[in-house]
């Protein structure tokens, strides 16, 4: 799989020394302008050691600078979405669903490069060993938070969501040093988030952070912060398409907690399955 390097500078972003962060927002503003220049080019116009250009390719996960180079040029120049993305009003039905379908492939590609394993593993310690795990989000982040909540009460820990903001925020002021809060935004920017953000952190509660963008509050803020990538079409937004992306994170996320904490999961399964079969008599 060819590696995003656009999306992986957005993932390690708050990760990167101040030098770092100003090579990566010059790439990120110039993308044609890097695969025509060579690294001296680079560091002469930041003022920066060549060696800080080389470090910086590789904690972005490439070998070097060159290396850096032909990622980035194979996603400018011959971008994938547009081929598959381009939709229009004179496509028939098959080739819109061919389109969407080779978008939300996309999508998972580009996000499973941000994959940093050492965030999935730290959230699924936090998850592993939290008393309670409380599911955030508003508007269509909502659904989502649903969905993980439906997953994850079958792992036998204690999983809650709500709906609306208003009783996340209440529900947030009542969360301990042994709790989780999960929060999911595309944006990472929307105010009532934020404020359950600050709510369960300010109770002690350990936070995990599921959005686009690694410059936003939450993201900032968060004690992990797990990113995906998605891209805005003509008949679909980018908030829209980043859903797939981020109930594969959580997923991700529940498989591995059905794993880690097998005993008590089967326990859990069985009960649902139990209650369940009871209400079909």
Request: one cysteine or more.
């Amino acid at each position: 799989m060819a590696q995003n390097c656009l999306g992986k500078i957005r993932s390690y972003y708050a990760r990167l020394s101040e030098k770092e962060k100003k090579i990566a927002d010059y790439i990120l503003e110039n993308p044609e302008k890097i695969i025509h220049s060579t690294i001296n080019e680079l560091a002469e116009d930041l003022n920066v050691a060549d060696a800080t250009v080389f470090r910086f390719c590789k904690r972005i996960g490439f070998k070097g600078y060159q290396a850096m180079k032909i990622a980035l040029a194979s996603e400018i120049i011959e971008p994938i979405q547009h081929i598959h993305e381009e939709i229009n009003e004179q496509d028939n039905v098959a080739t819109v669903t061919e389109k969407v379908f080779m978008s939300n492939i996309r999508t998972l590609e580009n996000t499973l490069q941000l994959v940093n394993g050492t965030s999935i593993q730290k959230a699924a310690d936090f998850l592993l060993a939290a008393h309670r795990v409380e599911f955030y989000g508003t508007g269509g982040s909502a659904v989502i938070a649903m969905d993980a909540f439906h997953k994850f009460v079958r792992t036998g820990i204690k999983a809650f969501t709500f709906i609306d903001s208003h009783f996340q925020l209440m529900s947030a002021s009542q969360l301990s040093d042994r709790d989780v809060a999960v929060i999911i935004s595309h944006s990472g920017t929307n105010k009532d988030t934020i404020n359950i953000l600050k709510t369960a952190k300010t109770n002690g509660a350990k936070t995990i952070s599921i959005t686009g963008y690694p410059k936003s509050p939450i993201a900032q803020h968060a004690d992990v912060a797990l990113f995906t990538s998605s891209e805005e079409t003509e008949f679909r937004s980018e908030a829209l398409s980043s859903r797939i992306a981020q109930l594969s994170l959580i997923d991700a996320l529940y498989v591995n907690m059905m794993i880690l904490n097998k005993d008590t999961a089967n326990k859990s399964l069985k009960k649902i399955r139990n209650a369940i079969s009871d209400t079909r008599m």
